[in-house]
Every structure is written in C-alpha cells, then in structure tokens.
C-alpha cells in the first residue's frame, strides 16, 4: 500500500457522496406530491440532515473495500489486484442503488424507507416480478443510467508502472511500522463515520425526522442505510385470527373519540397549558397514598389527594424505552423489540406534538440523561416535539455540580431548570419531562444522604429524594403566571422491585400512579364530575385524555388509547417474553385479566391472585384481545395505522 492508494480509496467514497446526493433529489422529483408543502429551505435542511446517514451507509456498505484497499501488503499494488478492487466497489454499490431507486415508488405505498423486513415478502414480489417489471420499467432505466455515471466516474489507480514508480519514491510509506498504523487508523475512522460519530448510542433512523415532518424525515434517510440497519432487527410477522382488513380492525377496536368533558362543567377562558411529568420508577407500590402503609412519596400523596388520582393506571410495559411512544403516541410494544428500536420506528403515526403543534401549541421535550439516551431525542422529534433538552442543553456552568457521575443531571436541580425554562416558552404549551435520579445505581446529591427513608430496597430512598424533588418543582411552578392554565399529568415509566406482598401479582408488576392535577383548584372540582377513579387506564390513554381535556379532534390517536374521561370501561395492554396481556376491570373494583402465550390459547386469570378463572362472554373479551394484536402486528408491517385512521 502506498499513498496513492489511500488517495483513491478516499475519492471513491466521495464519489458515491455525489451518487447519493443525486438519489435523493430523484426522491424528491418522484414524491413531489409528499413535498407540496414545505419550502425548498426546508428540502434543502433535509439534504444537509441526511449528510451523516448517507456517509454512514457508504462506509457501512464499503467495509469490506476499506478493508482490501489499504491493506499493508505489496500484492495491492499489482494490476490484477486493483481490478478486484474495482468489482468491491462496483458490485455491492450497484445493488444498493436499486434498493434506493425502487423506493422512489414504493415509499408511495408504505410512506417510509425500506427496511430489512422486505425479505419477507419476497415471496409475494416474486410472484408479481413480471407485473412490476411491466408497470416500472422506467426504473430499470434509471438504475442502469446511475450504474453506468457510477462505473464511468469511479476513481482508478493510475497506471500500475507509475504505481510502482510512486511506491518507490514515497520515503514515508517505505517504513514499515506506518502502512499498518494508517490501514488501523483508516478502519478506526470507518467504524467512526458508519456509526455516526462518538456518542453514546450509534446513528439510528429515528435521528432523521429532526425537522418533525415524516416526509423530510424519509428524505434525510437513504435505503442503504435504513436497510442495513435493520438486518438485526427482530421485527414481527403477521397474524391472522380474523380475515379481515387492517380499516375493518380498526372498527372493531374502535375507541370513543367524542368529547366528555361538557363546556358547560369546564369554562375554560384561556388556552390550557399541559405538562406531562414522566417519573422514573415511581410505581404505585411506593406510595401511601390508597395504600394501608406510608410509602415514600409524602408529596406526591397530597397532591394526588387534591388531584384526580387513577388507582388502576398500568405501565405498557417495564422499560422507559417503552413507556415514552405509549405516553406520547399511544403506541405500546406488543412485539419482542421496543417501538423505538424496531425497524419500524420510521412509521407513520400522530404524536401528542405533532397533533398540537397544529393546534398552535409550542412543545417541547425534557430529559435529564445524554442526548440520544435510550433514543429518546429521535423519538421525541418524531412525536413532533419542536425542541428536545438533553444533558448537551443544560447550562454549562451548572453541569459539575449537577451532574450524578452516570446518567445526567440530579433530579432537583433539574426540575427548577424545567420550570424555568417552562416560563420562557410561549403560551400556549405543552411540555414532558423525564426525571432519572430513581435509576440504577439510585444516586442522590451527597446533601441529602440518610435524610429520606431507606426503606426494604435500595431504590426506595431515591423514590424519596425523586418526591422531593417534584415538590420543590410544584413550589417554584405555583409561583408562575402560566401555572394556573396548566394541566398537570404525572405517571411513572414502569414500576421497581416488589417488596410489597399486595403487589406481588401479575397486575401489581405493571401499576404506576396516574394524577391529574391542575392549578386551577375549580377546574380539578369540576373534572371530578366525569373522571372515574377507579377506571383501569394505561400509558396510551394520556394522549387522548390530553386531547379530551384540550377539546382537539380525537381521531389521528392509535386506537391502543381512550381517554381515561370516557364512560366506558378501559383496559391495559402489555407484552413480555412472548406472553400478551391485557388487564380488565370486572365489576367494582376486581381486575381480571387474560393472556395469550405463542403457541396457547387465550386463558382468563384473577387480577389478585392469579389463578386462572372464566366468566361469561369470555369470547367476546378473546375476540377483542386478538384483534388488538393482529391490528398491531399486521399495522406495523403494513405502516397502515394511520390510513385506518382515516
């Protein structure tokens, strides 16, 4: 290897920059209609988001001739090598540029980039090969037009003599301890590049929909990459309990989306703000409130007793990777693999940002931990969250003293920046916030050491540090002007380690607290009016329940959520390890529930003491349950949930 070589292998991937930078305005030219409505700045900011994508899928597809081109050996340099070089490059580029190009009308069909999850269909592509070639054919022509630009244009090696000449002259590559430091060097840069720079987390798709538009979203990716990236992907595959349409499943799981909350019980004369408080662990066992203990959580009992309380709210599962597209896009995770990390997180679907943003509310999204921890900041753009608030945001000034040396920023401190910062925003909003201090290893500031309970379990004493916290926010928030037009909803991600036998159930594994508070003392009096305490709600009845309380159109939300406001009864969905769940109330105050392992039918279990039970019309509840799962699993291969929406 000489530099020579070094200089090739570099222009030959700045080639295939200008190759993608070509497809991706043939993207636009074929999905003009997509665009309509956005500006050629914004279609341009989208080209200048999709620059880290295109150059990870270049370098990811280009390993193998990153690996050959600069390997410290004298055979590189002969002529027959060089030629091998060449088809490196050529073949697997080339194959990438079809998926890039059939996607120019596929993404009019599934509105997102082809994933690896195209394998299976492949059958069904087959089986139509000679339709699609009929009905496409312009397509074949434009490949074979790019392939032939890209074959033309690819950088050489110059003549293999002059090689030899300039191997022979170059001093610096004749010692012999450089050529394998660069090649080491070259590979170190390549893995940098393909995994998208030196955060935390590498470049995922979701990271492209930071101007909160799916269609500009779509057009920062390419296929190369969204396809690489999901070969690993777990995915899903269909189900068919019911040979029905994904728009006749819809209706039979439809959800009431009209208004329950009557003009005349509330006035509201000023456009509400909401604030949605996410607490990290917080399950319901650690409270006293409706508990015959103390708990830990002194603060969030009062305000739950001066509060709508819901005693039967349940996480949509036991991560907070989970818990944040069922808060804030009523989509909980009924595969193996969370929503965020699927090869579907590019989908189509309506967060709770998205849908009031449109309503002309300024939102934004708070999370103490690293940018891209858990994925969260994609995510959150994608839910139409306009600014995301990660640890990079935090004043720079503060971050020693408030950093726990693990995740980010400690819960009180960063509670009094977000009601800051709430105070700066532009009414009317709309805002979540993630706390972390109740995470693993469960640090607390060294002042507060031994000044809350320890309780039977290490997280318990940041429970308590974590309640704290939320108070000194609510004594800073009450004294702001905005803080009596704002609705106040605070839930728990997913519960902890059980230490309480009552909660050492099924159930019990999945219960979070849900309160509705406002700062309004009379419109908390006149909610009561309609609110149901009692009624089992989950994680994806927030959005709703957000819109219902708002008065905003109900009827872009999944139907996975219902407003907790709604005279119906609820239910709560879950999924782990291959075993679906879904909770019910049954009379009073008994919770049933049925599950439905991989290969069993569906059986019916007391909520309490977990032992298998049957009541009547236990079809109609078996019927509802699949259908839920079917309309899940099939939606996301399909990206339909949206058009049955519709």
Not at 136 to 154: D, E, H, M, Q, R
Not at 331 to 344: G, R, V
Not at 370 to 399: C, H, I, V, W
Request: proline share 4%.
């Amino acid at each position: 290897m000489n530099f020579l070589h070094l200089i090739v292998w570099f222009k030959r991937l700045a080639w295939l920059l200008i190759i993608y930078l070509i497809l991706r305005v043939l993207f636009v030219f074929f999905n003009l209609h997509s665009f309509q409505t956005n500006t050629l700045a914004e279609i341009f900011e989208s080209f200048l988001v999709g620059l880290p994508f295109d150059l990870s899928a270049i370098f990811i597809s280009n390993s193998l001739l990153t690996l050959c081109s600069l390997l410290p050996f004298r055979f590189v340099d002969t002529l027959s090598y060089q030629t091998f070089l060449r088809y490196v490059f050529w073949v697997p580029n080339i194959i990438f540029f079809w998926l890039n190009i059939a996607d120019l009308e596929y993404y009019k069909f599934i509105g997102r980039r082809t994933i690896f999850e195209i394998f299976s269909i492949i059958g069904d592509i087959g089986q139509q090969a000679f339709n699609l070639i009929g009905a496409y054919w312009y397509l074949f022509l434009i490949w074979a037009a790019i392939s032939y630009i890209f074959i033309k244009g690819t950088p050489v090696t110059a003549r293999i003599n002059m090689v030899r000449v300039y191997a022979e002259n170059d001093i610096i590559f004749k010692n012999k301890y450089v050529k394998p430091i660069v090649w080491l060097l070259a590979l170190g840069i390549s893995i940098l590049v393909f995994r998208g720079g030196l955060q935390e987390k590498p470049l995922r798709i979701n990271q492209a929909f930071s101007q909160h538009d799916m269609h500009l979203g779509n057009l920062a990716l390419n296929t190369t990459f969204t396809f690489l990236t999901t070969i690993d992907a777990k995915g899903t595959e269909r189900v068919n309990f019911f040979n029905e349409s994904e728009q006749q499943l819809s209706k039979r799981i439809s959800r009431d989306r009209t208004s329950h909350i009557d003009s005349t019980i509330i006035t509201l004369k000023q456009r509400q703000n909401v604030v949605v408080i996410i607490l990290e662990s917080f399950a319901r066992e650690y409270m006293g409130y409706k508990n015959p203990y103390k708990g830990y959580t002194p603060f969030l009992d009062s305000l739950a007793g001066n509060s709508i309380f819901y005693e039967n709210c349940f996480a949509n599962g036991r991560e907070s990777i989970i818990a944040m597209p069922a808060i804030t896009s009523a989509i909980p995770q009924l595969i193996d693999e969370p929503f965020i990390t699927t090869a579907y997180q590019s989908n189509n679907f309506y967060g709770l940002g998205n849908i009031l943003k449109s309503a002309g509310y300024s939102t934004s999204f708070f999370h103490a931990a690293r940018n891209g921890s858990m994925g969260f900041e994609g995510f959150s753009q994608q839910a139409g969250f306009n600014r995301y608030y990660g640890l990079e945001q935090y004043p720079e000034t503060l971050k020693e003293r408030d950093f726990d040396n693990n995740w980010g920023i400690f819960d009180e401190p960063y509670l009094q920046y977000f009601a800051g910062e709430l105070s700066k925003e532009k009414n009317p909003f709309v805002s979540c916030v993630f706390t972390l201090s109740s995470h693993h290893p469960y640090t607390i500031p060294k002042a507060y050491k031994n000044k809350f309970p320890k309780g039977n379990a290490s997280v318990h004493e940041s429970i308590g540090y974590g309640d704290f916290a939320l108070k000194r926010f609510f004594e800073t928030a009450s004294k702001q002007p905005w803080f009596k037009n704002t609705l106040f909803i605070i839930t728990a991600d997913h519960t902890q380690v059980n230490t309480e036998p009552q909660y050492a159930n099924a159930v019990g594994a999945y219960r979070v607290p849900l309160v509705l508070f406002h700062g309004n003392k009379q419109i908390i009096q006149n909610l009561r009016k309609v609110a149901n305490p009692c009624k089992v709600c989950q994680h994806t009845d927030i959005l709703p329940s957000v819109l219902d309380f708002l008065h905003i159109d109900q009827s872009k939300v999944l139907p996975f959520g219902e407003s907790v406001f709604a005279n119906k009864d609820g239910i709560a969905l879950q999924y782990n390890s291959g075993t679906y769940r879904m909770i019910m109330q049954f009379g009073d105050k008994n919770l049933i529930y049925l599950e439905k392992n991989a290969d069993e039918k569906i059986k019916l279990f007391n909520g309490e003491t977990d032992k298998e039970t049957f009541i009547k019309n236990n079809r109609i509840y078996n019927d509802q349950f699949k259908t839920y799962i079917q309309f899940y699993r099939n939606g996301l291969i399909e990206n339909d949930w949206i058009g049955t929406q519709n």
